[in-house]
Nanobody, 124 residues
Protein backbone atom coordinates (compact mmCIF):
# COMPACT_ATOMS: atom_id res chain seq x y z
CA UNK A 1 0.00 0.00 0.00
CA UNK A 2 1.24 3.46 -0.91
CA UNK A 3 -0.19 6.73 0.32
CA UNK A 4 0.49 9.89 -1.64
CA UNK A 5 0.14 13.41 -0.29
CA UNK A 6 0.45 16.43 -2.57
CA UNK A 7 1.25 19.98 -1.57
CA UNK A 8 2.27 23.25 -3.14
CA UNK A 9 -0.83 24.29 -5.01
CA UNK A 10 -2.31 27.77 -4.78
CA UNK A 11 -3.32 30.92 -6.60
CA UNK A 12 -0.77 32.57 -8.88
CA UNK A 13 -0.83 35.19 -11.59
CA UNK A 14 -0.15 34.27 -15.20
CA UNK A 15 3.57 34.04 -15.81
CA UNK A 16 4.26 32.97 -12.25
CA UNK A 17 5.65 29.74 -10.85
CA UNK A 18 4.62 27.02 -8.45
CA UNK A 19 6.33 23.86 -7.28
CA UNK A 20 4.16 20.87 -6.48
CA UNK A 21 5.48 18.15 -4.23
CA UNK A 22 4.21 14.64 -3.55
CA UNK A 23 5.40 12.57 -0.61
CA UNK A 24 4.89 8.81 -0.68
CA UNK A 25 4.63 6.48 2.29
CA UNK A 26 6.32 3.12 2.37
CA UNK A 27 9.79 1.82 1.59
CA UNK A 28 9.23 0.79 -2.04
CA UNK A 29 8.90 4.22 -3.64
CA UNK A 30 11.67 3.49 -6.12
CA UNK A 31 9.63 0.53 -7.42
CA UNK A 32 6.96 2.81 -8.83
CA UNK A 33 6.82 4.93 -11.91
CA UNK A 34 5.26 8.25 -10.96
CA UNK A 35 3.05 10.70 -12.72
CA UNK A 36 1.37 14.07 -12.39
CA UNK A 37 -2.10 14.43 -13.83
CA UNK A 38 -4.59 17.29 -13.82
CA UNK A 39 -8.31 17.72 -14.12
CA UNK A 40 -10.06 20.95 -14.93
CA UNK A 41 -13.79 21.46 -14.26
CA UNK A 42 -15.87 19.62 -16.83
CA UNK A 43 -12.87 17.94 -18.40
CA UNK A 44 -11.30 14.51 -18.20
CA UNK A 45 -8.20 13.87 -16.15
CA UNK A 46 -5.13 14.23 -18.34
CA UNK A 47 -1.46 13.37 -17.96
CA UNK A 48 0.92 16.26 -17.39
CA UNK A 49 4.25 14.53 -16.81
CA UNK A 50 5.56 11.10 -15.89
CA UNK A 51 8.88 9.76 -14.66
CA UNK A 52 10.52 6.35 -14.59
CA UNK A 53 11.55 4.51 -11.43
CA UNK A 54 15.13 5.70 -11.64
CA UNK A 55 14.21 9.21 -12.73
CA UNK A 56 16.22 8.95 -15.93
CA UNK A 57 13.18 8.73 -18.19
CA UNK A 58 10.66 11.55 -18.25
CA UNK A 59 7.66 12.55 -20.32
CA UNK A 60 5.98 15.95 -20.52
CA UNK A 61 2.82 16.59 -22.46
CA UNK A 62 3.22 19.02 -25.34
CA UNK A 63 1.30 21.86 -23.70
CA UNK A 64 3.75 22.03 -20.77
CA UNK A 65 7.05 21.25 -22.50
CA UNK A 66 9.63 23.90 -21.72
CA UNK A 67 7.56 25.20 -18.81
CA UNK A 68 7.09 22.26 -16.42
CA UNK A 69 9.69 19.79 -15.15
CA UNK A 70 9.06 16.55 -13.28
CA UNK A 71 11.71 15.17 -10.95
CA UNK A 72 12.00 12.64 -8.14
CA UNK A 73 14.18 11.94 -5.12
CA UNK A 74 14.00 8.26 -4.23
CA UNK A 75 15.93 8.80 -1.01
CA UNK A 76 13.22 11.20 0.19
CA UNK A 77 10.23 9.37 -1.37
CA UNK A 78 9.22 12.51 -3.23
CA UNK A 79 8.26 13.52 -6.72
CA UNK A 80 8.00 17.16 -7.72
CA UNK A 81 6.55 19.21 -10.54
CA UNK A 82 8.19 22.57 -11.13
CA UNK A 83 5.78 24.78 -13.03
CA UNK A 84 7.02 28.00 -14.63
CA UNK A 85 5.40 30.51 -16.97
CA UNK A 86 1.98 29.42 -15.78
CA UNK A 87 -1.04 30.16 -17.94
CA UNK A 88 -4.74 30.41 -17.04
CA UNK A 89 -5.35 27.18 -18.96
CA UNK A 90 -3.11 25.38 -16.45
CA UNK A 91 -5.83 25.89 -13.83
CA UNK A 92 -6.88 22.47 -12.52
CA UNK A 93 -6.65 20.05 -9.65
CA UNK A 94 -3.28 18.34 -9.89
CA UNK A 95 -2.86 14.73 -8.81
CA UNK A 96 0.17 12.64 -8.05
CA UNK A 97 -0.02 8.94 -8.96
CA UNK A 98 2.08 5.79 -8.65
CA UNK A 99 2.24 2.86 -11.07
CA UNK A 100 3.67 -0.53 -10.12
CA UNK A 101 3.58 -2.24 -13.51
CA UNK A 102 4.29 0.41 -16.08
CA UNK A 103 7.52 2.09 -17.15
CA UNK A 104 6.16 5.65 -17.19
CA UNK A 105 2.77 5.33 -18.77
CA UNK A 106 0.40 8.21 -19.41
CA UNK A 107 -2.67 5.99 -19.06
CA UNK A 108 -4.64 6.82 -15.92
CA UNK A 109 -5.96 3.26 -15.58
CA UNK A 110 -2.42 1.92 -15.23
CA UNK A 111 -1.81 3.88 -12.04
CA UNK A 112 -2.45 2.03 -8.81
CA UNK A 113 -2.40 4.80 -6.23
CA UNK A 114 -3.53 8.42 -6.29
CA UNK A 115 -3.18 11.40 -4.03
CA UNK A 116 -6.07 13.61 -2.98
CA UNK A 117 -5.11 16.39 -5.36
CA UNK A 118 -4.02 19.99 -4.95
CA UNK A 119 -5.70 22.98 -6.57
CA UNK A 120 -3.71 25.21 -8.91
CA UNK A 121 -5.42 28.42 -10.02
CA UNK A 122 -3.76 30.78 -12.49
CA UNK A 123 -5.32 34.22 -12.85
CA UNK A 124 -5.03 36.29 -16.00
Amino acid sequence: QVQLVESGGGLVQAGGSLRLSCVASGRTFSSYAMGWFRQAPGKEREPVATISRSGVGTYHTDSVKGRFTISRDNAKNTVALQMNSLKPEDTAVYYCAASWKSFMTTMTNEYDYWGQGTQVTVSS
